[in-house]
């Protein structure tokens, strides 16, 4: 295939326009598991790109009569397992490529968990922070009712991400159930349990994000009676993973949020932690502890070092500094390829994100199928069904990068590559 940026007849390179840097860096981890496993080119190329992608303009009439407009994505990145599956984003700085590339790894995501989804996301560049409840739904419906055409329980199914939550699923899934005339739960994952929600899509990566943590423990027979960890973003997932592994017996000596963080190396009282962030808004002043910035808490050492917070905060200028044994990738992308060499290079075992944080999307699983039957399951269903799924990728994760002599990362994106390549196979290619 002939992309735009090789066309022979233009004279000046032309990038597709979701060819941004955290694009290329989705492509790049594409890439080199693709030559790992000597895959042909007719197979890899189409899964370099996004099936389809739409850009789509968003008006709302804001609070004081005026419109604003802004620019909102969906996008679509491989459909042979089944219908689109992923989050919605809203960020002041959300392009099209960073869109992209979160739907290229939910693809992976979703095939290595052995979910019937493709991989999809989307998200609208604003900044969710300024705007008040009645503009946000606004918005939201706006932006809903934009992509409806891509949209649907069997087409693509969306959850919340970045700044979205509860309540903008259930105004996109009323958005879309109005537009259709009745009721569709399942056009939307992490929704209010009123209205069909399951789990807490947060809670469920957290707690999965704290079950691999206590799983690649086991695996590498780790000798430490409580190993000690340090939480990079205290936010929805990194405070359940630090609350949950506290609680387990692990010894927790540095947390952060945007403006820094804790270190205490006898280990700090997370629950004292969460009081004190709810009461005084932020960790600043929080005694029991010294302060660190959030560059120097990542080379605080440590066995376990857990990015809960937002993509490339582990890169090629930090990498050789870090002082942990593992790194479990809570948030997407928290680590670039250089920086991944550089882990590798030194012996630090990686749990990458497609796995680390896959709970999160399988719990959305577990509330589609809910929906779609009409049958309501008890929480501790949903753990226990969730428990199975976990441990079991787990297990095939570590058995295949022993089989194969490789890294988690490539371990866990072969067996992604490999169901959704059994699937192009067996479906063949149109016409
Ligand atoms: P959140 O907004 O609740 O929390 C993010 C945390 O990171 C906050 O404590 C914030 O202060 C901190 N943070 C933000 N910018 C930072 C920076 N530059 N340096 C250091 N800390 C910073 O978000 P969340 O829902 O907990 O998601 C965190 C990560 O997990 C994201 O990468 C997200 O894509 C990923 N993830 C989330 C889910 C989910 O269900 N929420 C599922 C899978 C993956």
Redesign the pocket.
């Known amino acids: 295939m002939t992309t735009a940026s090789e066309n022979k007849g233009s004279k000046k390179t032309l990038l597709n326009e979701w060819e941004t840097p955290d694009f290329l860096m989705a492509q790049q981890r594409l890439m080199k598991v693709a030559r790992i496993m000597k895959l042909d080119d007719n197979v890899v190329e189409p899964l370099k790109h996004p099936k389809r992608s739409l850009s789509v303009i968003i008006p709302a009439r804001m609070d004081d009569g005026t419109v604003s407009t802004f620019i909102g994505y969906r996008v679509h990145h491989d459909l042979a397992l089944g219908p689109g599956k992923g989050?919605i984003r809203y960020h002041q700085e959300v392009t099209l490529g960073e869109v992209t590339a979160m739907a290229m790894l939910m693809t992976w995501k979703c095939a290595l968990m052995n979910l019937p989804f493709g991989g999809a996301h989307g998200g609208i560049r604003l900044n969710p922070f300024i705007h008040s409840q009645s503009e946000l739904e606004r918005i939201t419906r706006r932006y809903a009712s934009e992509i409806i055409d891509v949209i649907g329980p069997d087409m693509d199914i969306a959850g919340?991400?970045?700044?979205t939550n509860e309540q903008t699923m259930a105004w996109i899934m009323d958005t879309y159930s109005v537009n259709k005339g009745y009721t569709i739960p399942s056009i939307v994952t992490?929704k209010p349990k009123s209205i069909g929600g399951s789990l807490s899509?947060?809670e469920?990566?957290g707690y999965g994000v704290a079950m691999c943590t206590k799983h690649i423990v086991k695996h590498l027979d780790f000798k430490s009676k409580a190993p000690t960890v340090v939480v990079?973003?205290?936010?929805?997932?990194?405070s359940e993973v630090a609350s949950i592994l506290d609680k387990a017996g692990f010894t927790i000596v540095g947390v952060?949020?945007?403006?820094g963080g804790l270190y205490n190396k006898s280990g700090l009282d997370i629950k004292k932690v969460n009081e004190y962030v709810a009461k005084k808004g932020s960790m600043h002043g929080y005694p029991d502890a010294s302060s660190v910035t959030?560059e120097e808490l990542l080379e605080l050492e440590c066995d376990i070092l857990a990015p809960?917070?937002?993509?490339n905060?582990i890169h090629k200028g930090n990498a050789a500094k870090l002082r942990c044994k593992i790194v479990v990738e809570?948030?997407?992308a928290?680590t670039t390829p250089e920086a991944e060499d550089i882990l590798e290079s030194r012996g630090i075992t990686l749990v990458p994100?497609i796995l680390a944080?896959a709970a999160?999307?399988t719990v959305g699983y577990f509330e589609w199928v809910q929906g779609l039957i009409r049958l309501l399951w008890t929480e501790s269903e949903v753990y226990d069904k969730l428990d199975q799924l976990v441990e079991k990728s787990c297990q095939r994760v570590f058995e295949s990068a022993t089989t194969h002599k490789s890294t988690l990362r490539t371990a866990a994106m072969r067996l992604a590559l490999e169901r959704v390549m059994e699937a192009r196979r067996l479906r063949g290619l149109y016409p």
Do not use: E, K, R
């Open positions: 989050g919340p991400d970045l700044n992490g899509q947060y469920a990566t990079q973003g205290l936010g929805s997932v990194g952060s949020d945007i403006d959030n809960c917070a937002i993509a905060q809570g948030a997407n928290p994100d944080n999160g999307v």
